[in-house]
């Protein structure tokens, strides 16, 4: 197959949770820029038919859907109904996520809980759903968790305290790993980006007071902007990254090797 060609993803449909806005909307571009038809989910209605007419004037065959990650009884209903109207999700791409800041000893349980039940539990939930519903039977399937460097490493509590955080997507790495050992047989192969800091709602108070010490931080001197996770996107989701599973890939201006 020519480069184009593994790279492309005509026919293939992706569902990519926490969608209507930022990482994931980048990356929904990204892939229904390449071929694919989009399924996108959020909590709410209006960002997610803002986001969906979006894609649509790219060009892109996009559909958005109601949903709560961090709720379990949630998530079967639409997942089922994108498989129904769908028939069938070839990329999940699980960019839903949740933070919260404050330091170790006082940090709340219900944060802690929060944390655990959007950023763990809730891609645990949806990834079994279809993988079993879809992926497994097709014997073909990329999944891709979108963690953080934050759960590769500590974090300077100059910048941030964010424990439950950094557990959650530690946790996230750790559970990649584990299932491409389990599904790659089934010739699924499961996935992590791991950003380092992008402008985005979620990081926008954390740049406000610390913008220039992450910068000053990071040996390119930047942070990440727009376009910089769509390329790794397209590979993981594509035919070209069939031998390259259980990995966590940090796209953080190289922040981690110091």
Not at 53 to 70: E, F, N, Q, R, W
Not at 160 to 170: D, E, P, Q
Request: net charge positive; with cysteine.
């Amino acid at each position: 197959m020519k480069v184009l060609e593994l790279l492309g993803l005509k026919g293939r449909n992706a569902l990519v949770t926490g969608g209507s806005r930022g990482l994931g909307l980048q990356m929904a571009e990204a892939l229904g820029e390449m071929g694919a038809r989009v399924a996108i989910t959020a909590r709410k209605k209006d960002e997610l038919e803002e986001a969906a007419s979006h894609l649509k004037k790219a060009g892109i065959a996009a559909s958005s859907y109601v949903c709560d990650i961090g709720r379990r009884d949630a998530i079967a209903p639409a997942a089922e109904q994108i498989l129904r109207e769908f028939g069938k999700i070839d990329i999940l791409v699980n960019n839903a996520g949740a933070t919260w800041g404050a330091p170790a000893e006082d940090h709340p349980l219900e944060g802690w809980d929060k944390l655990v039940n959007v950023n763990l539990t809730g891609v645990f939930v949806l990834t079994q759903l279809v993988g079993k519903r879809s992926m497994i039977p097709a014997k073909w399937g990329r999944v891709i968790n979108i963690a953080s460097i934050a759960g590769l490493m500590g974090q300077d509590k100059r910048i941030v305290r964010t424990l439950a955080y950094n557990t959650t997507k530690g946790g996230l790495v750790n559970f990649t790993r584990a299932l491409a050992a389990e599904w790659g047989e089934y010739g699924i192969t499961v996935n992590a980006i791991c950003p380092g800091f992008f402008p985005s709602k979620m990081t926008r108070a954390t740049l406000d007071t610390t913008g220039e010490l992450i910068r000053d931080w990071t040996p390119t001197k930047r942070l990440g902007n727009d376009e910089d996770l769509k390329g790794l996107i397209v590979l993981l989701a594509s035919e070209a990254s069939r031998h390259i599973t259980g990995q966590a890939i940090a796209v953080d201006g190289g922040a981690t090797v110091i």
